[in-house]
T-cell receptor, first 112, second 114 residues
Framework: TQLLEQSPQFLSIQEGENLTVYCNSS?????LQWYRQEPGEGPVLLVT?????EVKKLKRLTFQFGDARKDSSLHITAAQPGDTGLYLC????????????FGTGTRLTIIP | NAGVTQTPKFQVLKTGQSMTLQCAQD?????MSWYRQDPGMGLRLIHY???????DQGEVPNGYNVSRSTTEDFPLRLLSAAPSQTSVYFC?????????????FGEGSWLTVV
């Protein structure tokens, strides 16, 4: 079983600060996804990274896939209260195989 | 846009009772799956299906059955509920694209077994 560990598990910061969330594994993934989940709802896909070293930006969010495709990071610049939520990374072992392995999650709270 | 629809939203069961969580999608996706989400453990795959008539076990299949008679529906059955099955259950469907899988989740079903 491939495991994905996220850190930190909980993060509470002031509005306007920057933060980075990490997703690490000892296994190689063909692609990695990041989701955000709000209370009472299902996870919503933010981004998919496929190539080792790939960097994708989504407004104030920057996602990076590690060169060895074993880890990923999510960096948020100038955090806003609307960024509050549970952030989940999920890895796909083999391209075309749609089974996901989810990380343990990072619960982010942005304080106004 | 309906997307992935799960029912019921909330359910309380007594130990030993059986029930079915319903899941339907209107996006003509071949791949559907069920996950459970527990505190500190992320989402764990219970069962999945790559198309009508085909199902397979995920990471935590014990105590659950599934069937896929149509592309649209993928019900999850608890045969004899146990307190360890208290959790939030998510159904998902997906399609493959050139940049990977795009997965859509339902809103979740909160199940409590007493």
């Amino acid at each position: 079983t491939q495991l994905l560990e996220q850190s930190p598990q909980f993060l509470s910061i002031q509005e306007g600060e920057n933060l980075t969330v990490y997703c690490n594994s000892s296994s190689v993934f063909s692609s990695l996804q990041w989701y955000r989940q709000e209370p009472g709802e299902g996870p919503v896909l933010l981004v998919t990274v496929v190539t080792g070293g790939e960097v994708k930006k989504l407004k104030r969010l920057t996602f990076q896939f590690g060169d060895a495709r074993k880890d990923s990071s999510l960096h948020i610049t100038a955090a806003q209260p609307g960024d509050t939520g549970l952030y989940l990374c999920a890895g796909v072992a083999n391209f075309g195989n749609e089974k996901l392995t989810f990380g343990t999650g990072t619960r982010l709270t942005i304080i106004p | 846009n309906a997307g992935v629809t799960q029912t019921p939203k909330f359910q309380v069961l007594k130990t030993g009772q059986s029930m079915t969580l319903q899941c339907a999608q209107d996006m003509n996706h071949e791949y559907m799956s069920w996950y459970r989400q527990d505190p500190g453990m992320g989402l764990r795959l219970i069962h999945y299906s790559v198309g009508a008539g085909i199902t397979d076990q995920g990471e935590v299949p014990n105590g659950y059955n599934v069937s896929r008679s149509t592309t649209e529906d993928f019900p999850l059955r608890l045969l004899s509920a146990a307190p360890s099955q208290t959790s939030v259950y998510f159904c998902a469907s997906s399609r493959s694209t050139d940049s990977g899988n795009t997965i859509y989740f339902g809103e979740g079903s909160w199940l409590t077994v007493v």
